[in-house]
């Protein structure tokens, strides 16, 4: 039987969270795989949260594990250290493992649209890129994409982080900027959702996507794991496909079991909210035409050469090294 514990405190949410642990002698016929993600098991990917209901990934073979973390950097560093197999990270932390030198390999368009933007309260004057200059601006985590992509709409005009003052806001990053504790702060659409529920007042929203519409997340192995499991990571990715066109179909039930699921899901009609937004940014004409999973090679291209001629990167990157698409299951 799957075992999955809901993690409800900051204390409880240290360690692995174990999503389709197995016992007895059959457990012994599933291959363990461990996701690294880049946050706590919010109801944004119930899909994931789901297994030990739905099993997508029991049925190939898999007992799947989920690691919580604080960004999509995080992400691929709790990867680097053994501790997982696949990183659910995010282009930017990519781009700027890969200029550190680490090999690694995309494998998976989780989102592949750029659901990252700034907002800030219309009083404060804040409504393109220039406006953030001398601010205060929120974020996840300094490892976080929404870091990341705050620098890429400052380098756009000509800023850099030293032209604002970065504070660390922690996933609810919508507080400080109510209370006033910062002007501005980067966050992604369900957030901003969830804000507007909470009572966040008329605010401009700066979209990264204007910019540059870069996937959100994507899946990421070490080049010795992609060349070394392949079968597994194929059906890895064909179980994953499949808990996502699940939760397409199916937001509403998808809802429900965010209610037990996911520690933020409390309340169903907020976690239908945010499975729709997150539904919307699954899909591109890319994924229409070939397939969820889908990548658009120029995108990642034209990501890691936007980096490198900001600064943000040191060296040129050549992405069709990167990423790899053998291993995305076939369009349904």
Known sequence: MGLFSRLVGASALVGTLLLGGMSGAFAQALDKVTVAGWSQPISEITNLLAEPDKGFFKAKGIALDYVPGTGGGSAIQTMLTGKADVAFTDPAALYLALDKGEKLVA????????????????????????????????????SSGTRQNLAVLLHQVGLSEKDVTIEVTGLLNFAPV???????????????????????????????????????????????????????????????????????????????????????????????????????????????????????????????????????????????????????????
């Open 107 to 142: 494998i998976y368009n989780i989102y592949p649209q750029n659901v990252f933007n700034v907002v800030s309260p219309k009083a404060n004057g804040i409504a393109k890129p220039a406006d953030l200059k001398g601010k205060r601006v929120g974020v996840y985590s300094l």
């Open 178 to 332: 109510i209370q006033g504790q910062v002007d501005a702060t980067a966050a992604t659409d369900t957030g901003l959702y969830v804000a507007r529920l909470k009572g966040l007042p008329e605010v401009n929203v700066i979209e990264v996507r204007d910019s540059l519409n870069l996937p959100s997340d994507i899946f990421v192995v070490t080049e010795e794991t992609y060349r070394s499991k392949k079968p597994l990571l194929a059906r890895f990715l064909a179980a994953y496909r499949d808990s996502a066109a699940w939760m397409i179909a199916n937001p509403e039930e998808a809802a429900r079991l965010a209610v037990t699921r996911a520690i933020n899901g409390s309340d169903e009609a907020v976690n239908l909210g945010i499975i729709k937004l997150r539904n919307a940014s699954t899909v591109s004409e890319t994924t229409e035409r070939e397939g969820l999973g889908a990548f658009d090679p120029g995108v990642m291209q034209k990501g890691a050469d936007t980096f490198h001629q900001l600064g943000l990167i040191a060296r040129p990157l050549d992405m069709g090294t990167v990423v790899r698409t053998d291993l995305i299951p076939p369009k349904q």
